[in-house]
Every structure is written in structure tokens, then in C-alpha cells.
């Protein structure tokens, strides 16, 4: 189906997924959830379309995987059937938000995810800052349809459920598995538009791999930042980004609308002159204006002293973002703004 699911009535649509949850190999083991909202994971071609299109529901993928319920008892949670693309952010809270609830159930040991890779990283990264458990979450997909010999799906499929009931992957956070490796959502990002290998936490690297039924963590998270539980996220955010010969244009048009932006900045975190004379009149409303770069590693830091560097930028009221990536600090934002946070204490959430 197209879409279906959380597209119309996302609380509503989500609540009746109890309705459609089934088990497989259920008993007295503790219950993995698998939350299956579609992506590419369930995608075949659809001549009519000329493309791929999310066809599949939970319990077929699981069937592509013989005895993965002798791993774990699986119960189904067939939450939505669409492309990541089409998310919302009203839906991918919803999302969170169900997967939160499973987690609390005494009986689940674990939940997974199964998305549309376009926003997976965002959908897990959301989780990772909003819900606090010791049980793992894992999020994982596809890059490969179910009608290409190259399907990914059911490899990913595996891993995660070997990932989820390993007793080393408990209290490691939200992770995502994909192509054998294990990533935290803290730090993995979409590196590849096509190859199956398409997640890496930059300057990082995975914190595990999963070799054939072994599940291997390397590292470990050390530190993480206290979880953010509003009622709801702020929105909208938007994200603009600089460039060469980029002026305060798109900034002002957001300026009325936006409850808060991102800046994705050059380098160090600095702008030209018409960027910064933009960054001001954002910040003479009292609305946050946070610092990020489009650079995939390191920090923004008020380094530079000329008129549109970081070091002004800070000066005008600017909020520096540290090593976060765009679409993180905007989620990041969405969830201070949303727990009411402003000043000093919205500051702080980007500072951990």
C-alpha cells in the first residue's frame, strides 16, 4: 500500500496498530516488537509507477527469513506502509511515541524499527534524545528492493534480531543495524545514496559488527545527553543553508513562520555579512537561531572574528550546535522548544 497506515490519521492509525499485532514463536520468552512503517525494506516495482513502491506488510518480510522466530519470539506491529520520504513530524513522533510504549510493556525485551532509509537516521536520532531505556532499540531497512536479487532486506532483518536479543546490546542506546554493522543514532548518518553500505558514524566508526551469529561491540557511547520528553515538538524548524554568494534571503522568509532555524554554516561555523545581518534580525525577535556546519565532522566554535565568523555570530545570540549535524540540532530544537525550554536553558541542550 501507498502511504497507508499512519498517512491520513497518524494518533489514530497508530493506535489501531495493536490490532494488527501478531506473534510468532511466542511462549515464555521475552517478546522482540518489530514496528514495521515500510521504506524500501517493503518496496517492489511497480510498472504503472516506474519506480519501486512500498508494497509489502510486516508478517511477508518476516516470512522472507526462515527460523528468525527461533531467535526470539517476534510479535508484529504493523504500524504504517510508506515511504520514509513521506514522514512527518507529526508522525515520527507518533512513531517514537509507540515505540516508547512497547518498551515500557514488561514483557518486550526489545524493539525494532524497520524504515525508509531517506529518514531513518532522523526517526532514530528523535528516539535516542526522547526516550531513556535500558532495552535495545534497533533501527535498521534496506537499500535494495524485494525484487532485486541484491535485497538487503532480510540480511538486515536477521542481524537486527541477533543485534536485539544479544545481552551486550542492552543500556548501548537507540542503534541502527545495517550491512553487519551496529551504529549508535547519537552519531550514524546516511553516507550513500545506493550502496548497500549506505550508514557510517563519520570520525567514528560502528560500534560493532554482527559476524554471523555473533554479535561484537568494539565501543560504547560513554556519555549521552538527558533525554528530552515534551508534550509534543516544536514546529516548524526549518534548515537553511550558506554557500558562496548566499544572502539573508531564505532566512528572512522562514523568519515570521519558524518557530526556531538551523543554520547550516561554512566550515568553523562562520557567513558572509548579509547571512549575519540576517542571524541578527532572527535574534532581535528573540528566536533561536542555531549554528551547525555543513561540514560532516568536527565542531562549530566562535573562532573567527570577522563580520559573519563564528565569533560573531555568537556575540549577536546565536546558539553554537558543537559537532551536531543539521538535521540533528533541528530535532535537538524541536524537543527543547517543545519541553518549553528558552534562554540559557535551551543553550545547555546543545552544550551537553
Known amino acids: 500500500m501507498w502511504g497507508t497506515g499512519c498517512s491520513r490519521d497518524c494518533e489514530s492509525s497508530c493506535a489501531a496498530g495493536a490490532a494488527n499485532d501478531a506473534t510468532l514463536g511466542s511462549g515464555a520468552r521475552p517478546v522482540i516488537v518489530f514496528m514495521f512503517t515500510g521504506g524500501t525494506i517493503s518496496m517492489r516495482v511497480d510498472t504503472e509507477r516506474g519506480g519501486a513502491v512500498p508494497t509489502l506488510r510486516g508478517a511477508q518480510l518476516l516470512s522472507a527469513v526462515p527460523g528468525i522466530d527461533r531467535l526470539a519470539a517476534i510479535e508484529i506491529d504493523e504500524w504504517a506502509t510508506m515511504p520514509g520520504a513521506h514522514l512527518t513530524v507529526d508522525q515520527v513522533w507518533a512513531l517514537r511515541s509507540r515505540v516508547a510504549h512497547h518498551v515500557a510493556r514488561p514483557d518486550v525485551e526489545a524493539v525494532i524499527v524497520t524504515q525508509g532509509t531517506d529518514t531513518l537516521e532522523e526517526t532514530a536520532y528523535l528516539t535516542a534524545r526522547s526516550v531513556s531505556t535500558s532495552k535495545p532499540i534497533i533501527f535498521t531497512g534496506a537499500m535494495r528492493t524485494s525484487d532485486e536479487l541484491s535485497w538487503d532486506g532480510p540480511a538486515n532483518l536477521l542481524a537486527a534480531v541477533r543485534v536485539a536479543a544479544s545481552p551486550h546490546a542492552r543500556d548501548q542506546g ?48 560513554i556519555t549521552r545527553a538527558p533525554v528530552l520528553t515534551p508534550p509534543a515538538l516544536a514546529s516548524p524548524v526549518d534548515i537553511v543553508y550558506a554557500y558562496v554568494g548566499a544572502d539573508g534571503r531564505l532566512l528572512d522568509a522562514v523568519r515570521e513562520s519558524s518557530v526556531g532555524v538551523v543554520l547550516a554554516a561554512l566550515g568553523r561555523g562562520n557567513t558572509n555579512p548579509p547571512i549575519f545581518a540576517a542571524v541578527e534580525r532572527w535574534t532581535a525577535t528573540g528566536k533561536p537561531i542555531v549554528i551547525t556546519s555543513r561540514t560532516h565532522r568536527g565542531r562549530v566554535g566562535p573562532t573567527y572574528g570577522f563580520p559573519g565568523g563564528g565569533r560573531s555570530l555568537f556575540d549577536a545570540g546565536a546558539i553554537f550546535a558543537g559537532d551536531l549535524r543539521p538535521q540533528q540540532a533541528r530535532i535537538d530544537l524541536m524537543l527543547g522548544l517543545g519541553s518549553g525550554l528558552t534562554g540559557a536553558a535551551l543553550a545547555a541542550v546543545f552544550e551537553t
Open 174 to 221: 537507540v542503534l541502527v543495524v545495517f550491512a553487519g554493522q551496529i551504529y549508535a543514532a547519537a552519531d550514524v548518518t546516511k553516507v550513500h545514496t545506493h550502496l548497500l553500505e549506505a550508514f557510517d558514524s563519520p570520525g567514528l566508526g560502528p560500534l560493532g559488527i554482527v559476524d554471523g551469529d555473533a554479535v561484537v561491540f568494539h565501543r560504547a557511547v
